[in-house]
Each structure stands twice: as structure tokens, then as C-alpha cells.
């Protein structure tokens, strides 16, 4: 009987010994990226007199992206949203982005494409709430330091500032420039 009771303990003996032998655990590291970009696009609508198409507002996005253990493939993204034509509003945006270099070598070797998805939330003076997908490029002109394009594309289709049944699409170039820490 003590065989079985000793080959009942082996497991949790393992157990015991693995976590004693294991390397210990470590935090994340974290790096930062901070992104200020500006731009504007085409807005469109439901309306009395069908689709309306108007200029989007001129926006400011900042962003502060969070890169976790050097893998600057992949970017947390919170940004702050500001509207700041029409009615001016304030809304925040998370989002990830996957980012791919062009080459390992070579000119091409400072320029990144990316795409990202995300959660624009405006809170105020009114609400929207959508989801985002875009696509951009950077070139690194000087070390950590380049200029950033985008193209997204906004589909708000809850909030205060909608008529019942419609959403808003937004399409919006931006221009800006990633600072890397």
C-alpha cells in the first residue's frame, strides 16, 4: 500500500520542484511611441434627402503607443481624438497596430506599413461610439523620428449626435509625425 501512496505524491513532488526550479518571473518592459497627427476627409450620412456628404472636421489625434518587450511589430495604441471644425468635441480612441518593415536592408529598410483596428468613442459635447480600420506608412528620417500617414476609415453607429436607424462614415487622411522613446 505505501507504493501506491508514494506514486499518488510524485506528481505534486514534480509540481513542487518545477516551481523551485524555474527561471523566476519578470515585468514586462515597456516602450513608448508618441504620435501627433492632424487631417480631415469626407463625412457621410443618413438624412431627410437621402446620403449626405460633407468635409469630415479637422481633427488632432494624439497618440501614445505602448510597445511591449521591444516587439515594435505590435503598438497599443490610446489616442486622444479632438474635432476642431464645426462643432469642436473630444474623444479618445484605442487601438491596436500591427506593424511590417518593407526590407531589412536598404532605404526601403526605414519604412513601415501598418494597419490598426479601433474603438472611437467621442464623450463630448455629444456621443458617438464606432469601430475604426486603417492603414498607414512611416519613414524613419532621423533616428526614432518620422513622419506617419494614414488613411481610416470611421462607422459610428451608436450615439446621441445620430438619428435613430443611420450611421456615420468617415473617411480621413492624416499627416503627422512618431516620435519613438
Not at 14 to 19: D, G, I, S, T, Y
Not at 64 to 79: A, R
Not at 97 to 113: N, P, Q
Amino acid at each position: 500500500m505505501d507504493n501506491p501512496r508514494r506514486i499518488a505524491l510524485l506528481p505534486g513532488l514534480a509540481l513542487a520542484l518545477l516551481m523551485v526550479v524555474s527561471s523566476p518571473a519578470h515585468a514586462q518592459e515597456v516602450d513608448f511611441v508618441a504620435s501627433v497627427a492632424g487631417g480631415t476627409g469626407v463625412s457621410m450620412g443618413g438624412g431627410s434627402a437621402g446620403v449626405i456628404a460633407k468635409l469630415s472636421p479637422m481633427t488632432l489625434d494624439i497618440d501614445v503607443g505602448l510597445v511591449f518587450d521591444k516587439d515594435w511589430s505590435m503598438e497599443w495604441t490610446p489616442s486622444i481624438i479632438l474635432e476642431l471644425g464645426g462643432r469642436i468635441s473630444v474623444g479618445v480612441n484605442p487601438s491596436l497596430k500591427r506593424f511590417v518593415k518593407l526590407s531589412e536592408s536598404g532605404w526601403a529598410s526605414k519604412m513601415s506599413i501598418y494597419g490598426g483596428i479601433g474603438v472611437p468613442f467621442i464623450f463630448a459635447p455629444f456621443t458617438l461610439l464606432g469601430a475604426e480600420a486603417a492603414v498607414g506608412v512611416t519613414y524613419e528620417f532621423f533616428p526614432n523620428f518620422s513622419p506617419v500617414l494614414e488613411l481610416h476609415s470611421d462607422v459610428f453607429f451608436a450615439g446621441s449626435d445620430l438619428p435613430e436607424g443611420s450611421v456615420l462614415v468617415k473617411v480621413d487622411f492624416t499627416l503627422g509625425i512618431r516620435y519613438r522613446f
